[in-house]
């Protein structure tokens, strides 16, 4: 549910860059999957952050074709959606860079489950969040990624883009964590955030200045 202008590649990048924006912050779900790869393993982390990936896209659906009702009123006011969405990715790389995921540390589990366990839990506490629409929103309204008479198969293209931005993140986050496990510690998880934070601000601001000034930065 993209703009009609933009060429498939376009539908790929955007979807992708929403996929990652929506993942990498880490709060209660990201530090859980964080704590599942040292003590169970890359693998069970990875599952634990497909399950929120599963969760992100149900959000994605609900939020886009909710927003695919009100084509018209998008349409006339795509320069203020778009500030609004900059706005919104203000706030939220605002409160990713203050925010201390470290708080959501839990005494880990001495069982390791199964794979399906580790999926639907994440899944679970995941969709338990429903503010994430608000970011969808945002997303949506910077990226201009819902516009009236798209085809089904770009509708596709773009979901199945942000699901793969989003298992991207989960897989290199992980295959990270392993990789450092013996250094690894409570504070590179503060500034992970701290980085994905600022840069999400970054953004944000760029969008705000180029949305003013009448230009396209993405």
Not at 49 to 75: E, Q, W
Not at 151 to 158: D, P, T
Not at 187 to 199: C, D, F, K, L, Y
């Amino acid at each position: 549910m993209l703009a009609i202008e933009v060429s498939i590649l376009d539908l790929l990048i955007k979807g992708f860059i929403i996929g990652v924006v929506v993942s990498a912050p880490l709060g209660p779900v990201g530090v859980l999957c964080i704590q599942r790869t040292l003590n169970k393993g890359r693998w069970y982390g990875f599952i634990t952050g497909l399950g929120a990936a599963l969760s992100d896209i149900a959000y994605a659906l609900l939020t886009g074709y909710g927003m695919s009702f009100i084509f018209d009123f998008i349409s006339a006011n795509q320069f203020y959606l778009q500030l609004f969405g900059s706005v919104m990715l203000f706030v939220f790389g605002v409160y990713t860079f203050r925010s201390n995921p470290v708080q959501s540390l839990r005494p880990a589990s001495t069982s390791t489950g199964t794979y399906l366990h580790n999926f639907i839990t994440a899944f679970a506490v995941t969709l338990s969040n429903p503010l994430i629409i608000f970011l969808f929103i945002g997303l949506f309204a910077r990226f201009t990624f819902v516009a009236p008479q798209i085809h089904l198969y770009e509708q596709i293209i773009g979901y199945l883009a942000i699901a793969l931005g989003a298992f991207t993140w989960w897989f290199a986050l992980t295959f990270f964590v392993s990789k450092l496990r013996t250094r690894f510690n409570v504070r590179g998880i503060w500034v992970i955030n701290r980085v994905i934070g600022g840069v999400v601000i970054v953004v944000s601001v760029l969008g705000l200045i180029f949305t003013l000034l009448g230009k396209a930065l993405y």
